[in-house]
């Protein structure tokens, strides 16, 4: 809720969900159940997109989440970055 108000977006608005890869457009679900954090004095917001859809013929069609994530693994564990990453939100 606290980010919907900053951007002035309300429940069933269309945004633009924009990263450096690119950008995708979404209906907004305003919600409570994902709180903000405080980082290093920072205000920071958690923005949730369903990724798991399939590919065409699949699933309805529309904006692909993956057109948003970083092409970047984790060395480590040999695991892409899709879970989370940088955005920014505005209305549409």
């Not at 951007?7 to 679900?29: H, L, Y």
């Not at 159940?33 to 920071?44: C, E």
């Not at 798991?52 to 693994?73: E, I, M």
Request: aromatic share 8%; glycine share 10%.
């Amino acid at each position: 809720e606290e980010l919907a108000k900053e951007k002035g977006v309300a429940n069933g608005d269309w945004v633009k969900v924009t990263s450096n890869r690119g950008f995708i457009k979404a209906v907004a679900v305003v919600t409570k159940r994902i709180a903000s954090l405080d980082v290093d004095g920072k205000r920071v917001h958690t923005v949730g997109l369903p990724n798991h859809w399939g590919f065409v013929g699949v699933a309805k069609p529309g904006y692909l989440v993956n057109t948003l994530t970083p092409f970047v693994g984790d060395a480590n564990t040999q695991t892409p970055e899709f879970k989370a990453f940088t955005v920014n939100l505005e209305k549409a």
